[in-house]
């Protein structure tokens, strides 16, 4: 009989709170709000917080990542979250929404915190977010980021680059403040984004190998190094099928596809999760920002010769368009021609075209081939050449 | 010294009157507004009407293809059109565009005549379709094609499915009518838009091979059977990647990508066009409408035994969805599991998934590997399971 363990929150999202009902009426135990606490792979036994003991045959991994947080005090007082769990999510929607939340501040600037950013501004919350970095999102070219940026400025986002966070104190007005070495920072609420990482406490525990970036070393079945024990989401490690090599990429898609790869195996149907090629994308206000494959850097790390190409185009044909544009950049390897990977930011059209690169990187296309990939051209869609086309033709002769 | 013989219109678009100076400075002579009558393969020269000679090392039959028009009588009195050349259409612009036009008539039911009458009716002009089949745009199954009828009726495009013109005929206040099975349709413009026929006038004359199609057939340079006599574009054929078989796929992005390889070939850079795979797409009010590969129809012809998919499903995450829906019909192959083509028809991200399922059959991919593909997954793009994926699960339920 399997189980699954775990807390779920029974609130207004009724959706959850029937989940519970519907895996009993498949015959699987949902044990809510309690806590694993130690599993032993000797005796094959979860033992929860409260005494219990649960014997297992196979076991799944599915711990995901925790949010990383600065070292710095503060962080445990009211008002200041990660947005890591649903409770918080919940707890966060509410300080914004008529909870009385005027102020945020946002330490980070990955996607978390730009997606943040967009849904505080939204709810008309003064948000300031502070960073280390000169730019956000730097999985993106700086040319790039420096769009994001200028996004978020436009939407009243306060940006302080090159800023570290000291503490988070209460403040003067019954509110939070946070102490940067660039000054001080009011705020009723305190989002901290400045990442994830793996949660292994259980393959610790289990003796399961963790791989070089720090997560759950699996096969392409899913299984860690103990039979029978799997691992999936956030918490384990993904090939990468442009460098050839495992990586951690803790996105919610991969994750929801490795789960159905190891349920297909632990029920008896072999089914082997094909890997990533690293796509992924968000929306800040009105800017598509995406990427997919290597950056220069990563593709250089995995010993290829990177060349690149950036290009500004439009998303649909230059005749129908109406000023939008769409910035792509393309990498490929100078000794294959073999493409590596893609940026785009635009109002429109940046994540199509980092989906249709990712079905090229998928099967190894080379930059030629991509040049010449057969579209489904109309004016309102893109150009009889689209911008896909055009940035490799233009890395073709690059190379 | 090359030549390039056609012609075209100097009027208000600045664009197209200044590209034959651009071709001059390139050392490229232009003849415009003359006719090519004849052209001699054994002599190696093109004669024009006005008896002028042109001897040729190299030729590139650039002759596209000819608008098919039913054989009733009536299609030569003023106001008749097809929307074959840019004459054409800056008449008929200039008809809706204040010229008087009130009433429109399009006889056809294609891609040109949906982006046809979204263009009348967006002038106001009253406009009736007229076809001989029960549902437009016929490419697509009968369930998609309906929705796209319900999308012109919504705009106030009438139809007249079932329907067979007998003759255009002058009218009674001044305007024409289109004289039909089921009645008399008063017009102030008709347009006919029943397909188009690859023009191989020259190339009878020159004796190169015709394919099965009825376009000229080349080589993956683009060569014709005759040595140094190219065809690109409408023309000529397109190796389908799918079917792995000569097709006539009248596109203008194909055509594009054809003249570029042909001419990259006679300047000496060998290069190869790698084929299509169908893609295709058209808007026709709000809705986008897409295909790519074959249809089950076309994949039985080409031997395959295929097996289909449709989902109903949501362009971005459910989560974030206002109630679009986006449909979508996958094809596979039974024995190999390899995809074949796909349908898609929504407010929006029909085209965006076509394209990257166009890619996905670029390599051949099978739908197992499509199931699984990495996606820049983010909730205002599309679901942690993109559409894609969750037709290619249930697709591969089925194989």
Not at 139 to 166: F, I, N
Request: hydrophobic share 40%; with cysteine; charged share 25%.
């Amino acid at each position: 009989m399997p189980y699954y363990i775990g807390d779920v929150i029974k609130d207004e999202r009724k959706l959850i709170a029937r989940t519970p009902e519907k895996f009993e009426a498949s015959g699987i135990h949902v044990l809510l709000n309690r806590k694993a606490e130690e599993v032993d792979g000797e005796k094959r036994e979860v033992r929860l917080e409260n005494g219990e003991r649960l014997p297992f045959d196979v076991l799944v991994l599915a711990t995901g990542a925790a949010a990383t947080r600065p070292p710095i005090p503060g962080l445990d007082l009211p008002g200041v979250y990660s947005l890591k769990s649903l409770p918080e999510a919940v707890a966060i929607k509410k300080a914004i929404g008529g909870g009385g939340a005027k102020k945020a501040a946002i330490i980070g600037a990955g996607f978390i915190a730009m997606e943040a950013a967009e849904a505080f501004r939204s709810a008309g919350v003064d948000t300031t977010l502070i960073q280390r970095a000169e730019l956000p999102v730097r999985r993106w070219d700086p040319e790039y980021s420096a769009m994001v940026k200028e996004e978020l400025q436009k939407h009243g986002v306060h940006c302080m680059p090159l800023t570290s966070p000291r503490a988070v104190e209460r403040g003067a007005s019954g509110g939070l403040k946070v102490v940067t070495d660039r000054g001080e920072v009011e705020a009723d609420l305190v989002l901290v984004a400045t990442g994830v990482k793996p949660d292994t406490f259980f393959a610790g525990q289990l003796g399961v190998a963790v791989g070089k970036t720090g997560a759950i070393a699996v096969n392409f079945a899913q299984e860690t190094s103990r039979e029978g024990v799997y691992a999936v989401g956030d918490c384990c490690e993904s090939f990468h099928r442009v460098s050839r090599s495992w990586t951690s990429l803790p996105l919610g898609d991969i994750a929801n596809k490795q789960g159905r790869v190891a349920g297909s195996n632990i029920g008896g149907a072999p089914l082997l999760f094909p890997g990533v090629v690293g796509a992924q994308s968000f929306k800040v206000f009105d800017l598509e920002v995406a990427a997919t494959g290597l950056t220069e850097e990563e593709a250089k790390g995995s010993g290829f010769s990177p060349v690149a190409e950036k290009m500004t185009g439009t998303p649909t044909a230059r005749s129908m368009s109406v000023g939008e544009r769409l910035y792509l950049k393309v990498v490929a390897d100078r000794a294959s021609g073999r493409l590596l990977g893609a940026q785009a930011v635009g109002r429109k059209g940046a994540v199509s075209r980092i989906n249709l690169l990712s079905a090229a990187l998928w099967s190894g296309m080379t930059v030629g081939e991509t040049a010449y990939m057969d579209l489904a051209y109309s004016p309102p869609f893109g150009g009889a050449w689209d911008p896909v086309h055009i940035a490799c033709q233009e890395l073709l002769r690059k190379l």
